[in-house]
T-cell receptor, first 118, second 112 residues
Framework: NAGVTQTPKFQVLKTGQSMTLQCAQD?????MSWYRQDPGMGLRLIHYSVGAGITDQGEVPNGYNVSRSTTEDFPLRLLSAAPSQTSVYFCASSSQRGAVLSGGEKLFFGSGTQLSVL | SQQGEEDPQALSIQEGENATMNCSYKTSINNLQWYRQNSGRGLVHLIL?????REKHSGRLRVTLDTSKKSSSLLITASRAADTASYFCAKGLTGGGNKLTFGTGTQLKVEL
């Protein structure tokens, strides 16, 4: 079982460059999300999706775009990278149906992408 | 904005001792979850406690939830060097669906 797969693991960008962080899950989870982790800040929610074709903003969405064309994939796009976007990015998924029935579901996390913007 | 804080920020204990971490929050929750993160790795789910529950156990882990005080604690008994990691509480806010709001974490070091 692959679970949640993130690529790439490491990336260095120059200011102004664009790139896409990939996230795929094979658990048929409806809910997918992106977090960034910065020292002393914990994890902050960037964007999330409750199903194909549905996305919404989290706590820190500026500078990031997402789309959800399939249940499996939830890519995160940086349109014009800035040094403030240097961070570790985590994708996570969970069962939406399970949360509705039981009042909460655990998140499955990918192994992260370490991004540096110079 | 962060939903509450965890404390302590860092904790160093000897192998075999118990470790207690605390988490507070500010608004109503559906559930509260604890995750572990080993250095340079993704987060791994440990335990979920719902708002109508007061205590849950999983192996050497014990989680309590006091909704009147808006706080939770994670107890790791008989700690091992392999428990060295960062521990995060995550709040599932009422009406928030699957969204979780994470605290800043507690760094636990278990020394031999």
């Amino acid at each position: 079982n692959a679970g949640v797969t993130q690529t790439p693991k490491f990336q260095v960008l120059k200011t102004g460059q664009s790139m896409t962080l990939q996230c795929a899950q094979d658990m048929n989870h409806e809910y997918m999300s992106w977090y960034r982790q910065d020292p002393g800040m914990g994890l902050r929610l960037i964007h999330y999706s409750v199903g194909a074709g549905i996305t919404d903003q989290g706590e820190v969405p500026n500078g990031y775009n997402v789309s959800r064309s399939t249940t499996e994939d939830f890519p995160l796009r940086l349109l014009s990278a800035a040094p403030s976007q240097t961070s570790v990015y985590f994708c996570a998924s969970s069962s939406q149906r399970g949360a509705v029935l039981s009042g909460g579901e655990k998140l499955f996390f990918g192994s992260g992408t370490q991004l540096s913007v110079l | 904005s962060q939903q509450g804080e965890e404390d302590p920020q860092a904790l160093s204990i000897q192998e075999g001792e118990n470790a207690t971490m605390n988490c507070s929050y500010k608004t109503s929750i559906n559930n509260l979850q604890w995750y572990r993160q080993n250095s340079g790795r993704g987060l791994v789910h440990l335990i979920l406690i719902r708002s109508n529950e007061r205590e849950k156990h999983s192996g050497r882990l014990r989680v309590t939830l006091d909704t009147s005080k808006k706080s939770s604690s994670l107890l790791i008994t008989a700690s091992r060097a392999a428990d060295t990691a960062s521990y995060f509480c995550a709040k599932g806010l009422t009406g928030g669906g699957n969204k979780l709001t994470f605290g800043t974490g507690t760094q636990l070091k278990v020394e031999l």
